[in-house]
Nanobody, 121 residues
Framework: QVRLEESGGGSVQSGGSLTLSCTAS?????MAWFRQAPGKQREGVAA???????SYAPSFEGRFTISQDNDKKTLYLQINSLKPEDTAMYYC??????????????????WGQGTQVTVSS
């Protein structure tokens, strides 16, 4: 099991930016971000494999950027032009199957505790 710790969430105004971080206890072949807002279904945001190939949910392309450190143990999610509808708990996941490293499998694997993002208008 991979231990994950997210950070970087907070309360921001609409139009602002945040960079979320996730530190893993070991490197894995695939890491991802997903989010869940109260009363809403979980949404896969993006995934990245050890080669740096990325997969984004169509609704998140453009404003969201997933990246990782060279050691493949730290994952980032940069979010620009934040909107109130981005308010959610954001989770990092890791150790996804390398042949299933997609945004829609973001909730597979091990999860962190999440970091809250709150966007006010």
């Amino acid at each position: 099991q991979v231990r994950l710790e997210e950070s970087g969430g907070g309360s921001v105004q609409s139009g602002g930016s945040l960079t979320l971080s996730c530190t893993a206890s070991r490197s894995t072949a695939c890491m991802a971000w997903f989010r869940q807002a109260p009363g809403k279904q979980r949404e896969g945001v993006a995934a990245i494999d050890s080669e740096g190939r990325t997969s984004y949910a169509p609704s998140f392309e453009g404003r969201f950027t997933i990246s990782q450190d060279n050691d493949k143990k730290t994952l980032y999610l940069q979010i620009n032009s934040l909107k109130p509808e981005d308010t959610a708990m954001y989770y990092c996941s890791a150790d996804l199957p390398p042949d299933a490293c997609y945004y829609y499998t973001a909730h597979f694997g091990d999860w962190g505790q999440g970091t809250q993002v709150t966007v006010s208008s």
